[in-house]
């Protein structure tokens, strides 16, 4: 009913393009206008003022020779002062974009390693944007922003960086185990090297405590008893020491049978041996 009148409504955030008799005659803004089609005037179009979003594909090669993919999300929008540039200029907007988007990709990326394309990432959304900017703007668009959003290598490709990736820290965790492990030896030699000299300090103390409590008991005896030589009061407690340990071998449910020689004579023996050795350690000293 409204065109039958000769009026057009233009919704908010959009633009309409004015005709009479074909040719461009005004940029109509939003709300409610008068056409009057019997003066050749019509509504040639209308254009969106709205930020709008084109994802570019570019299957492009590194310096190193790696195919990658990289995916560039542009953002842009028409110019209200600039409306009839924009509607009458370009026949297809997203196909011109995309057109200068494979250009200066395909310009960037072989110059640089597939690690650099990684790092340079907003370097090439840059120049992207630069040169969207400057050749878009003669057609009444606004560059908003260019995003590099990804890098896809070949799969091939990421599966070696995986594996050697993987391959690098395997190494690392190999080297930290075996440095590891080289520190429990240590440690480990350490505290025996500790242990075994403890052990011979207290075998020397215990060998000499012994030495001094029988020195201390013949001299006691001998001075109690008179006519009692040293080697007679040696002989008694060699005995006494003797028969204490056969009662104890013979109290333990655990202890391993002992085949010594028993006797008068075999007793006198094994004093003369405990005393050879005790009198031998004490020239040693």
Known sequence: MGQVLGCVQVDQSTVAVKEQFGKFDNVLEPGCHCLPWCLGYQLAGTLTL???QLDVRCETKTKDNVFVTVVASVQYRALAEKAADAYYKLSNTKAQIQAYVFDVIRASVPKLELDSAFEQKNDIAKAVEDELE???????????????VDIEPDAQVKRAMNEINAAARLRVAANEKAEA????????AEGEAESKYLSGLGIARQRQAIVDGLRDSVLAFSESVPGTTAKDVMDMVLVTQYFDTMKEIGASSKSSAVFVPHGPGAVRDIATQIRDGLLQAEVTK
């Open 50 to 52: 709205r930020v709008q």
């Open 134 to 148: 400057k050749a878009m703007s003669a057609y009444g668009f606004e560059i908003v922003q260019t995003l590099i």
């Open 181 to 188: 492990e080289k520190i429990l030896q240590i440690k480990k």
